[in-house]
Nanobody, 113 residues
Framework: QVQVVESGGGLVQPGGSLRLSCTAS????????MGWYRQAPGKQRELVAQ????????TYADSVKGRFTISTDSAENTVYLQMSSLKPEDTAVYYC??????WGQGTQVTVSA
């Protein structure tokens, strides 16, 4: 069994920054990809960023390029999402995903004045 736990969400003003963290634990054979997704009210869940730890390759949604940075601490099975220049449209529940299989419970990010 695998556990995926996110933290770091909260309320921030437009233009502000937040860092989300996600740690995976349990019966993990190998980590191929870790990703951050988000879902706003009334919208489908979308991929925000993902990273392939072995190669260090990362990809981003166009809407967050240049503002968000994904990184990992492979020794700790942890992935981070540094979010800067936040906009109200970034408001959503952010979910962490491990290997396209296991999901965390989500953490709320609200960008509002």
């Amino acid at each position: 069994q695998v556990q995926v736990v996110e933290s770091g969400g909260g309320l921030v003003q437009p233009g502000g920054s937040l860092r989300l963290s996600c740690t995976a634990s349990g019966n993990i054979f190998s980590i191929y990809v870790m990703g951050w997704y988000r879902q706003a009210p009334g919208k489908q869940r979308e991929l925000v960023a993902q990273i392939f730890p072995d190669s260090g390759t990362s990809t981003y949604a166009d809407s967050v390029k240049g503002r968000f940075t994904i990184s990992t601490d492979s020794a700790e099975n942890t992935v981070y999402l540094q979010m800067s220049s936040l906009k109200p449209e970034d408001t959503a529940v952010y979910y962490c995903n491990l290997n396209l299989v296991d999901w965390g419970q989500g953490t709320q990010v609200t960008v509002s004045a």
